[in-house]
């Protein structure tokens, strides 16, 4: 949808004219290698999508911050000086998350009317949840700034964490940093090698050449409240604390190294499952490190053979796939000119991401979406993504 057209809808939403409305926009993701790692202090390799939430929003000094969206009927209203109460909000809760805990870190929360509008797949895996949070978080600091007159630039990072905590405290997600880092810090062109135990960060730059990265939704819905996402993160948990009795200062699973795995795997030998989950954990980091360093030689293929081995790892040891995206996955590697294929994001449905070269696109689109659509019983969707930044306002 044009800025043109969403402005037209927030005037007939909220009234008045064009003059005072801004325009925020932050993206969606997907993780090219690095999952359920996060959480657990590892390594992760994600990039912002061109796919993003985009919110036009204006200040008026209200008590209220009136939230809409162009593709939903709901229209929601929060009390700023009310906003722990909307928890249960089916939807408007994470807008309400990120202001609630904005509001504790002492920014100045305004009255405002917001209207979203978004192109990333609702529940498909691609972060369109951390895209709302990050940005609502930076529509807000920027009013909030405005309304102190401090001219500081706004934190990135520190929005990142909001939205991760929004998602923690106040959805009951018990989510990594991931996919608000990527949609905080995302760069055009570039993937993130990030460091989830401490933060630290660098860009890597995506030279695919003649090749694109094709993301497959599943189509099949899924939530990460309902799903077992946070009883793997209790899983690992459990394991760290097993390697702690011989690595006592050990503080992330993640950190844990092959080596100190297979070392001590006898320790987790009581409990198969927890084992298994920590060797996921352990090897993917490794392979994290592998593709930064084959990607920075410009090895590509290398990356492509680390992605298969993430994949069955998530699926044999990490248990998070499912039927969907395992025909996905092997529907792609069956065709020539795929370099690599695997699941991306949480799992338990959601897209696979591909690295494909450019001559073979319109074949994996057809012959995997019609294998997928014979197998499943319906269509998966297909897009052919772009690398973008992270979030910004948009100056018109
Ligand atoms: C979801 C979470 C992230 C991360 C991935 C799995 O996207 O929000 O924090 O844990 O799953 O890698």
Redesign the pocket.
């Known amino acids: 949808m044009q800025l043109e057209k969403i402005t037209k809808r927030f005037i007939e939403l909220y009234g008045g004219n064009s003059k005072d409305i801004r325009f925020f926009s932050a993206p969606g993701r997907v ?1 090219l290698i ?6 657990n202090g590892g390594y ?1 390799f994600p990039a912002a999508l061109t796919m993003h939430t985009l919110i036009a929003a204006r200040k008026t000094g209200g008590n209220t911050i009136n939230i809409a969206a162009t593709d939903l009927p709901d229209r929601v209203c929060l009390d700023i000086n009310n906003l722990d109460s909307y928890r249960q909000l089916k939807w408007g809760n994470y807008q309400a998350g990120v202001a609630y805990i904005m509001q504790q870190e002492g920014f100045e929360i305004t009255g405002c009317d917001m209207l979203y509008h978004g192109d990333i797949p609702y529940g498909a ?1 691609l ?1 369109s949840s ?1 895209s709302i949070e990050v940005a609502t978080a930076f529509a807000l600091a920027t009013f909030s700034r405005e309304a102190k007159e401090d001219n500081s630039l706004i934190e990135l990072v520190e929005l990142a964490e909001i939205g991760q905590r929004a ?1 923690n405290e106040y959805a009951g ?1 018990n ?5 608000q880092f990527s949609s905080a810090l995302g760069k055009k062109d570039n993937a993130i090698f990030l460091d989830c135990k401490d933060l630290s960060y660098s860009y890597v730059p995506l030279r695919l050449k003649d090749k694109k990265i094709i993301i497959a939704n599943t189509n099949k819905k899924r939530s ?1 409240q309902t799903s077992k ?1 946070n009883e793997r993160k209790a899983e690992c948990d459990a394991a760290l604390g097993q390697f702690k009795m011989v690595l006592p200062e050990k503080e992330f699973l993640g950190t844990v190294t092959v080596e100190e795995y297979l070392q001590y795997k006898k320790l987790l030998i009581i409990d198969e499952t927890i084992r298994k989950r920590a060797k996921h954990v352990i090897f993917e980091c490794d392979r994290v490190l592998k593709s930064v360093n084959a990607l920075e030689k410009g090895d590509i293929n290398t990356f492509g053979e680390l992605m298969i081995q993430s994949h069955y790892s998530l699926r044999e040891l990490y248990e998070v796939t499912g039927v969907e995206l395992d025909t996905l996955v092997e529907e792609a590697l069956k065709i020539k000119g795929v370099i690599g294929s695997r699941m991306t ?3 338990f449905g959601g897209c696979t991401v591909s690295i494909v070269e450019d001559g073979a696109v319109d074949r994996f689109i057809n012959t995997v979406g019609k294998a997928y659509a014979n197998k499943i019983g319906y269509d998966a969707t297909f897009y052919i993504s772009d690398i973008g930044d992270g979030v910004r306002e948009i100056y018109i």
């Open positions: 993780n690095g999952e359920h790692t996060d959480y992760v895996g972060s951390a998602e997600v989510c990594g940093i991931m996919d990460l996402y994001g949480a799992g």
